[in-house]
């Protein structure tokens, strides 16, 4: 059993920044990818980005490439999502993930999935 919770999330002006963090708990053996996702209102849940246990790999959603990072903290129960240059569209509910896998950018491949957390841009 896996649990995950984000955190960070808010209102900002467009080109200001955001840090999303997520908090993942639970007795495990595997090692789990983790990942961000963002569904806005009415439209499909969109990659964002992921990271492997070990943080050697990241990938990159194509509107996230150049703006946002994705990174691991020490305690690797921790994964933070950096967001920069923000933008009207960027807002959505964003969720953070976990898969005992390698990094996908498909959302159906990943097992456990935290409650969200809004982010809304502002021109």
């Known amino acids: 059993q896996v649990q995950l919770v984000e955190s960070g999330g808010g209102s900002v002006q467009a080109g200001g920044s955001l840090r999303l963090s997520c908090a993942a708990s639970?007795?495990?053996?595997?090692?789990?990818?983790m990942g961000w996702f963002r569904q806005a209102p009415g439209k499909e849940r969109e990659f964002v980005a992921a990271?492997?246990?070990?943080?050697?790999?990241?990938y990159y959603g194509d509107t996230a490439k150049g703006r946002f990072t994705i990174s691991r903290g020490n305690a690797k129960n921790t994964v933070y999502l950096q967001m920069n240059s923000l933008k009207v569209e960027d807002t959505a509910v964003y969720y953070c993930?976990?898969?005992?896998?390698?990094?996908?950018?498909?959302?159906?491949?990943?097992?456990?999935w935290g409650q969200g957390t809004q982010v809304t841009v502002s021109s």
């Open positions: 993930a976990a898969d005992p896998g390698i990094p996908s950018r498909r959302a159906d491949e990943y097992g456990y």
């Open positions: 639970g007795r495990t053996f595997s090692r789990f990818t």
């Open positions: 990271i492997s246990w070990s943080g050697g790999l990241t």
